[in-house]
């Protein structure tokens, strides 16, 4: 029909390595392709465990570029795998002193993103779950780098929080905002804080975390609008090594 392209149907086989920690193998990636249109579904092995997603046009869209809708069926990482990968990408600095402290794997099932080509932009939500916890984002990814506008964790040994999250693609530096959270019993926050009365006075949080030191950044502040100098507020920093 005039002002309409075939569909090319495409099978591949092969495997990804990234940063020589994260590998998916096995990958299989069958899909028909019109213009810019993706229908087709994508599976393979990642650090061992299964992967598959599908990706089909969105509904309704009109267009040689469509938005497409990718979703998540089955996909569990590990963390360290996926920081080692993004850290060697240049997207994010190094993590080695939070992920003694983070679930050593994730399961991704059931993420939704909504990726528009022609603009370079990804957004859709997830609902990440491991061992003793889970939480909710939405999502926004860009050339400028990848937003949380809304994230919220739950974790038996972390605590819980409510906030966000980005990453700058450019700085590598990442930072959270939460309104209010509540440390569990595995962060490594001293003895000698008094934590309690800390959070009755400085509810809110913004950590931020850089490549060169002091790596980590804590700021508790009694809320995440525009606090005067005089406000009171608690700094906690630390780098390689223990809290400073």
Do not use: N, Y
């Given at each position: 029909v005039s002002g309409q392209r075939s569909a090319v149907r495409v099978h591949l086989d092969g495997s990804v390595h990234i940063s020589q920690r994260l590998h998916l193998e096995g990958l299989v990636i069958d899909a028909a392709i019109a213009g810019g249109a993706v229908d087709g579904r994508v599976t393979g092995t990642l650090g061992g465990a299964p992967l598959e997603l599908t990706i089909t046009p969105e509904d309704g869209a009109v267009g040689?570029?469509?938005?497409?809708?990718?979703v998540l069926t089955q996909a569990r990482i590990g963390?360290?795998?996926?920081?080692?990968?993004?850290?060697?990408?240049?997207?994010?600095p190094e993590q080695d002193q939070l992920l003694p402290w983070l679930p050593a794997e994730a399961d991704?099932?059931?993420?939704?993103?909504?990726?528009?080509?022609?603009?370079?932009?990804?957004?859709?939500?997830?609902?990440?779950?491991?061992?003793?916890?889970h939480a909710?984002?939405?999502?926004?990814?860009?050339?400028?780098?990848?937003?949380?506008?809304?994230?919220?964790?739950?974790?038996?040994r972390l605590g819980s929080a409510e906030g966000t999250l980005a990453v700058a693609f450019d700085t590598r530096v990442l930072t959270v905002a939460v309104e209010r959270?509540?440390?569990?019993?595995?962060?490594?926050?001293?003895?000698?804080?008094?934590?309690?009365?800390?959070?009755?006075?400085?509810?809110?949080a913004r950590a931020t975390v850089v490549p060169?030191?002091?790596?980590?950044?804590?700021?508790?502040?009694?809320?995440?609008?525009?606090?005067?100098?005089?406000?009171?507020?608690?700094e906690i920093r630390w780098s390689r090594g223990p809290l400073v």
């Open positions: 040689a570029h469509p938005p497409l809708g990718i963390l360290a795998d996926l920081f080692a990968a993004l850290t060697g990408l240049g997207l994010m991704l099932a059931g993420t939704s993103l909504r990726a528009v080509p022609q603009a370079r932009v990804l957004t859709g939500t997830s609902r990440p779950t491991w061992a003793g916890g909710e984002a939405t999502i926004t990814m860009d050339a400028a780098g990848l937003r949380l506008p809304r994230m919220v964790v739950r974790d038996d959270w509540t440390p569990g019993p595995k962060l490594p926050i001293p003895a000698q804080i008094p934590v309690a009365d800390l959070l009755r006075l400085l509810p809110a060169q030191g002091p790596r980590i950044t804590i700021t508790c502040l009694p809320g995440l609008d525009a606090q005067p100098v005089t406000a009171p507020r608690a």
